[in-house]
């Protein structure tokens, strides 16, 4: 299974852009790049996913570097409603389409 | 209404007991899957259904039975619970072919 990396924990201010990092330097060249979230006291959440290009949706878009060693999540204007652990899952077994979560980013945004 | 139901959303049950725990999708979604999250951890997947006949092991079955009612009903039991089973257990939908799951809310239990 492809390891990640993300930071423990960041902060950011509302209103302010967040960019959220993932290394996934073991990843193989057919397994997408997911994020999902989790808010407190819920369940995760999908965010959006990527397999080479970068991609936009209403929540945020995801960069990915050309290797595809490592991505971004990027929250355009964060909310205080986007305070969450945010999941970099860069590998699913294709029978199960298993989420393989790790500890995720504790994202905090201040007023 | 929510599209991924849980019941009951939190329960406290003693050592030995046979607990269920149920889940319910308005999705119309044909996967469904359970998991458990420690805490302070990720989820791990205990069991996933592709479709009511179609149900496998996940990577901690162990103590744990599923049941596929129907398409949109999976429900998860432990036949004998022990403590070290208190954790926060979800449940998830996905259509084959897509690459999204979505959670349910999630059943708080607690194995005194």
């Known amino acids: 299974d492809a390891k990640t990396t993300q930071p423990n924990s960041m902060e950011s201010n509302e209103e302010e852009p967040v960019h959220l990092p993932c290394n996934h330097s073991?990843?193989?060249?057919?397994?997408?790049i997911h994020w999902y979230r989790q808010l407190p006291s819920q369940g995760p959440e999908y965010v959006i996913h990527?397999?080479?290009s970068n991609v936009n949706n209403r929540m945020a878009s995801l960069a990915i570097a050309e290797d595809r060693k490592s991505s971004t999540l990027i929250l355009h204007r964060a909310t205080l409603r986007d305070a969450a652990v945010y999941y970099c899952?860069?590998?699913?077994?294709?029978?199960?389409?298993?989420?393989?979560f790790g500890q995720g980013t504790r994202l905090t945004i201040n007023p | 209404d929510a599209d991924v139901t849980q019941t009951p959303r939190n329960r406290i049950t003693k050592t030995g007991k046979r607990i269920m725990l149920e889940c319910s999708q308005t999705k119309g979604h044909d996967r469904m899957y359970w998991y458990r999250q420690d805490p302070g951890l990720g989820l791990q997947l205990i069991y996933y259904s592709f479709d009511v006949k179609d149900i496998n092991k996940g990577e901690i079955s162990d103590g744990y039975s599923v049941s596929r009612q129907a398409q949109a009903k999976f429900s998860l039991s432990l036949e004998s619970a022990i403590p070290n089973q208190t954790a926060l257990y979800f449940c998830?939908?996905?259509?084959?072919?897509?690459?999204?799951?979505?959670f349910g809310p999630g059943t708080r239990l607690t194995v005194l």
């Open positions: 899952i860069p590998h699913i077994i294709q029978g199960a389409q298993k989420l393989v």
């Open positions: 073991t990843i193989s060249g057919t397994d997408y």
């Open positions: 998830a939908t996905s259509v084959t072919g897509g690459k999204a799951q979505y």
């Open positions: 990527g397999l080479t």
